[in-house]
């Protein structure tokens, strides 16, 4: 069965740069029929979908958050990584990897567990 | 700008039944598949509904999905208290050229 897992510094001073990855197992990222996502959740907030990656390397991104935020992927590794440059307190979140059915419904599933991003000083 | 809106609470009883409605516009729940994930606290959210009313395998059809012009609906019948989570509707935006999550809905099982 699909699993995803979130990994990286769960805290980040302002102005530096957010990175985090998700592996991939139990199920290969190079797939012609899916896209990989990232979201997030602010605290008390609801769900933002930040950007999605397919394995070639296609990439499309929130718009608002595009000029900031790059998704990459790795896949000798079954990885893919997002990093969001300049970060203030507004990107403090938890945010989740999730396979992405980009091609026909937009829907994601599996979702990892999500790991907590804050940005402070 | 895009925007897909929930009422942010909902409520019912045991046993009851509860529907939690999606408004949308022609560029995003008009024209495109909507999906539903309960999302409970500390966990992953989870795929509900895709593609407007298909269940995934495992999801009880206690749940059900629907959709009518730009809005949608999520209906969950027999309410049992671990149904008590978050409900977000989510939908691709043609405008936006991305997903866009409606802001959830808070379901409390009294």
């Known amino acids: 069965q699909l699993q995803l897992q979130e990994s990286g510094p769960g805290l980040v001073k302002p102005s530096e740069t957010l990175s985090l990855t998700c592996t991939v197992s139990?199920?290969?990222?190079?797939?012609?029929?899916?896209?990989w996502g990232w979201i997030r959740q602010p605290p008390g907030k609801g769900l933002e979908w930040v950007g999605s990656?397919?394995?070639?390397?296609?990439?499309y991104y929130n718009p608002s958050l595009k000029s900031r935020v790059t998704i990459s992927v790795d896949t000798s590794k079954n990885q893919f990584s997002l990093k969001v440059n300049s970060v203030t307190a507004a990107d403090t979140a938890v945010y989740y990897c999730?396979?992405?059915?980009?091609?026909?419904?937009?829907?994601?599933?599996?979702w990892g567990q999500g790991t907590l991003v804050t940005v402070s000083s | 700008q895009s925007v897909v809106t929930q009422t942010p609470s909902a409520s019912g009883t045991p046993g009851q039944g509860v529907a939690i409605s999606c408004s949308g516009s022609?560029?995003?729940?008009?024209?495109?598949?909507v999906n539903w994930y309960q999302h409970l606290p500390g966990t992953a959210p989870k795929l509900l509904i895709y593609?407007?009313?298909k269940r995934p395998s495992g999801v009880p059809d206690r749940f059900s999905g629907s959709k009518s012009g730009t809005s949608a609906f999520l209906a969950i019948s027999g309410l049992q208290s671990e149904d008590e989570a978050d409900y977000y509707c989510?939908?691709?935006?043609?405008?936006?050229?991305?997903?866009?999550f409606g802001g959830g809905t808070k379901l409390t099982v009294l």
């Open positions: 989510a939908a691709w935006d043609d405008s936006l050229n991305g997903v866009i």
């Open positions: 022609s560029s995003n729940i008009g024209r495109n598949s």
């Open positions: 990656i397919y394995y070639s390397g296609t990439t």
């Open positions: 139990d199920g290969s990222i190079r797939s012609s029929t899916y896209y």
């Open positions: 999730a396979r992405h059915d980009a091609a026909t419904h937009n829907w994601f599933d599996p």
């Open positions: 593609n407007n009313n």
